[in-house]
């Protein structure tokens, strides 16, 4: 084999390396994408009545539930609202939480420990966080224990003090279950329950957001956001299918 046709192999190789390592993405936010340092604090501003209500009701009171169909910006302006109320410093911290139900789909056992096996059901948070931070100060604030993310088995027992805690996808909670998580309030937290009560993976029977949403309409301190159609915020297809799904 001569010299040139070596060398032509070798170049031929590493194309394909690099081809393979540029469809590898990071499970985690910033992870291999170097110390990155933007900033992605932009303000949020609502795009509909209902985002406009919601937000409002975020910022007067301590616990808010918000129901809608998909594509209405539910989780995302709660985990903006979370980021903003961190960085003003009005808490000193973050917990994200979401029930670990896979979506009608059985994925077997996941390899790794629990913060691996846990990463795919936690990954649209990630995605939310990453949106309103940088990687690199997004890995910092985690580091740091200032933003937690944990699944709703892991809440039980505590006491959520001086944080703002945002619960997501709800209504993959049992009445019972939602009961313990608003029962974690602490002093000086706002709490914010996201989720579709048409769209739960458990029995119907079994999903409790609707049912607490009805009994804490109404009570002090207690708001409940419901948001419409009308409100995605998403491709236009969505809203048009979600009338004849």
């Not at 949020?44 to 809608?68: C, F, N, W, Y």
């Not at 056992?109 to 936690?122: D, I, N, S, T």
């Not at 109404?218 to 419901?226: E, I, K």
């Amino acid at each position: 084999m001569t010299k040139r046709s070596v060398q032509k192999r070798a170049r031929s190789a590493q194309r394909e390396a690099s081809a393979k390592t540029n469809n590898v993405h990071a499970l985690f936010p910033g992870e291999g994408e170097g110390p990155r340092d933007q900033s992605y604090l932009a303000t949020v501003k609502p795009r509909t009545a209902g985002q406009s209500a919601l937000m409002k009701a975020i910022d007067e009171h301590s616990l808010v539930l918000a129901t809608g169909p998909a594509g209405t910006g539910k989780t995302y302006l709660a985990i903006a609202k979370a980021v903003e109320a961190l960085e003003a410093g009005t808490v000193g911290r973050i917990i994200l939480s979401r029930p670990a139900v896979e979506a009608g789909e059985n994925l077997g056992f996941l390899p790794g420990g629990v913060e691996e096996k846990l990463a795919p059901f936690l990954r649209p948070l990630y995605d939310a966080l990453a949106d309103r931070l940088s990687p690199k100060r997004l890995k910092s604030l985690m580091a740091e224990g200032l933003i937690e993310i944990a699944p709703v088995g892991y809440m039980r027992g505590r006491t959520l003090n001086n944080a703002f805690v945002v619960i997501d996808e709800a209504q993959n909670c049992t009445y019972t279950q939602l009961k313990m998580l608003l029962t974690r309030l602490g002093w000086n937290s706002t709490m914010v329950i996201t989720g579709d009560p048409a769209q739960t993976d458990l029995l119907p029977e079994l999903s409790g957001l609707a049912e607490a949403s009805q009994k804490l309409d109404g009570l002090n301190g207690v708001a409940v956001c419901r948001l419409r159609d009308n409100d995605i915020v998403r491709h236009p297809l969505v809203a048009t299918m979600l009338t004849v799904l």
